[in-house]
């Protein structure tokens, strides 16, 4: 087995290769999204903008990739997000390596000794290979007009483009002022609902955390962003990646700050594409479909640090999280605020029944005919989800097929067993008509069933 070190050096002579000269990738499709900067947040916004289905223009600036990853010369080390990389961060981190999985050893790795000349190659192979994706270097945007629906920009080339969303990812969102009726609020561009160092905590209690679009950690410290801390409040169809009130208080200006700019990059390109693929604005967004946009491409939404990305039950849990069924919990672990699902303890009835009325009104009846359940027992849970979806004991035979094999679940199946929040985690994301993960919210976080 080959220790971290000689996976790097192998992976850097992979990827190493002699200077090219500078080339524009170029196709012949009108684009319909604008992304502006080389860091990783435009990377991010740019790759996921392209696929989801919208023909999407990377405008560089420079001639070069890489931002925070490539700033300084020689091995680095990154810091920040440990157990929680997801989406195309780590999609990036596995190409860096050319593994074939996506785990956190592995992100481990590249993150211990990472290296920028690899970075900037994987970067740029990304951007040739993604459909829909155009990218430009070394040319600028010269003016920025809004009209009507769309903006009207020119390049440095000369070339004249009208689009329907533009995503801002320069250091100090240079298009911002380019803009008419933009606000800022202390040299920042003003948010909708801010970011502020308590929103974990805080989100849990409100039910904002049901928003969220990205989770991570920095500093120490786990971080929620709900959707509306990432949207202009005067503004439409712009999105910016820096200077915003809130997120610019997490940054550091070092590469700690890659896992970030590229989880916020995610979001932002998802919601630049819906309003460019439906023909809308960013005020007809809704959270429900933008996260699922979002975990369809392997982005994280709540950030567990007990549960690994390669965890056969990681989305169940993820979608459960972001549901509101079973909440994060902080704890203070080794000097680390951090947020945890707690997969292997008990849950009650009593946890779960709050949850339960606002999603399905008809659980009301279930839960008044079954006073007295404390701890959840495998048949109680599954009478539950019988009673709710019309089904028959067809469900038992099911999830007893399924309790090792599909589920990966420990032990035998029992219908007396009691149920982790792993295991309730798993089941009601499964059986559960509607999903707990889709009954829609408003983008206060609020049920709307």
């Known amino acids: 087995?080959?220790?971290?070190?000689?996976?790097?050096?192998?992976?850097?002579?992979?990827?190493?290769?002699?200077?090219?000269?500078?080339?524009?990738?170029s196709k012949s499709k009108h684009p319909e999204v604008l992304v502006y900067g080389s860091g990783p947040d435009a990377y991010a916004a740019a790759v996921q903008s392209a696929k989801s289905g919208c023909n999407t223009l990377w405008v560089w600036g420079s001639d070069r990739v890489g931002g925070e990853l490539i700033s300084k010369p020689g091995i680095q080390q990154i810091n920040s997000n440990a157990h929680m990389d997801s989406g195309i961060w780590a999609a990036f981190l596995q190409k860096m390596l050319r593994s074939s999985k996506p785990t956190?050893?592995?992100?481990?790795?590249?993150?211990?000794?990472?290296?920028?000349?690899?970075?900037?190659?994987?970067?740029?192979q990304v951007a040739d290979s993604v459909v829909n994706l155009t990218y430009l270097k070394n040319v600028q945007i010269i003016s920025m007009s809004s009209s009507g629906k769309s903006f009207d920009i020119v390049l440095s080339n000369q070339q004249k483009l009208k689009v329907r969303a533009v995503v801002d990812a320069?250091?100090?969102?240079?298009?911002?002022?380019?803009?008419?009726?933009?606000?800022?609020?202390?040299?920042?561009?003003?948010?909708?609902?801010?970011?502020?160092?308590?929103?974990?905590?805080?989100?849990?209690?409100?039910?904002?955390?049901?928003?969220?679009?990205?989770?991570?950690?920095?500093?120490?410290?786990?971080?929620?962003?709900?959707?509306?801390?990432?949207?202009?409040?005067?503004?439409?169809?712009?999105?910016?990646?820096?200077?915003?009130?809130?997120?610019?208080?997490l940054l550091s200006g070092t590469i700690d700050d890659a896992p970030l700019l590229m989880m916020c990059g995610q979001a932002i390109g998802a919601s630049a594409?819906?309003?460019?693929?439906?023909?809308?604005?960013?005020?007809?967004?809704?959270?429900?479909?933008?996260?699922?946009?979002?975990?369809?491409?392997?982005?994280?939404l709540i950030p567990f640090y007990d549960?690994?990305?390669?965890?056969?039950?990681?989305?169940?849990?993820?979608?459960?999280?972001?549901?509101?069924?079973?909440?994060?919990?902080?704890?203070?672990?080794?000097?680390?605020?951090r947020c945890l699902f707690l997969p292997d303890s008990s849950v009650t009835f009593q946890e779960l029944e709050p949850v339960f009325r606002k999603l399905y009104t008809r659980?009301?009846?279930?839960?008044?005919?079954?006073?007295?359940?404390?701890?959840?027992?495998?048949?109680?849970?599954?009478?539950?989800?019988?009673?709710?979806?019309?089904?028959?004991?067809?469900?038992?035979?099911?999830?007893?097929?399924?309790?090792?094999?599909?589920?990966?679940?420990?032990?035998?199946?029992?219908?007396?067993?009691?149920?982790?929040?792993?295991q309730v985690a798993v089941l009601t994301d499964t059986y559960l008509q509607p999903q707990p993960f889709s009954?829609?919210?408003?983008?206060?976080?609020?049920?709307?069933?």
């Open 363 to 422: 659980s009301q009846i279930w839960f008044a005919d079954h006073q007295g359940l404390t701890n959840i027992k495998l048949k109680d849970l599954l009478g539950l989800i019988k009673y709710l979806g019309s089904r028959g004991n067809e469900l038992d035979a099911e999830t007893e097929k399924g309790w090792q094999k599909r589920f990966k679940f420990k032990g035998n199946y029992d219908p007396e067993h009691l149920l982790s929040r792993r």
């Open 273 to 300: 594409a819906y309003c460019a693929f439906f023909k809308s604005s960013t005020d007809k967004i809704m959270p429900r479909e933008l996260q699922g946009e979002l975990i369809t491409y392997g982005a994280a």
């Open 170 to 249: 320069t250091s100090g969102s240079s298009l911002f002022e380019k803009t008419k009726g933009g606000t800022k609020l202390n040299g920042l561009i003003k948010i909708k609902t801010p970011y502020t160092d308590d929103n974990a905590h805080d989100l849990f209690k409100t039910g904002k955390f049901r928003t969220s679009v990205a989770g991570g950690a920095i500093a120490g410290k786990s971080f929620i962003i709900p959707m509306e801390a990432l949207f202009p409040d005067s503004l439409n169809n712009y999105f910016a990646t820096r200077n915003m009130q809130g997120i610019a208080s």
């Open 307 to 337: 549960i690994l990305y390669e965890d056969p039950n990681y989305w169940s849990i993820q979608r459960t999280g972001v549901s509101g069924l079973l909440q994060g919990r902080f704890k203070q672990q080794d000097g680390y605020e």
């Open 1 to 25: 087995m080959l220790l971290p070190g000689a996976l790097m050096a192998q992976a850097r002579r992979e990827y190493e290769r002699p200077a090219m000269p500078t080339v524009n990738k």
């Open 104 to 124: 956190d050893s592995v992100f481990a790795v590249v993150k211990g000794r990472f290296n920028p000349r690899i970075a900037e190659n994987v970067l740029e």
């Open 439 to 449: 009954v829609r919210i408003d983008r206060k976080g609020n049920f709307q069933n």
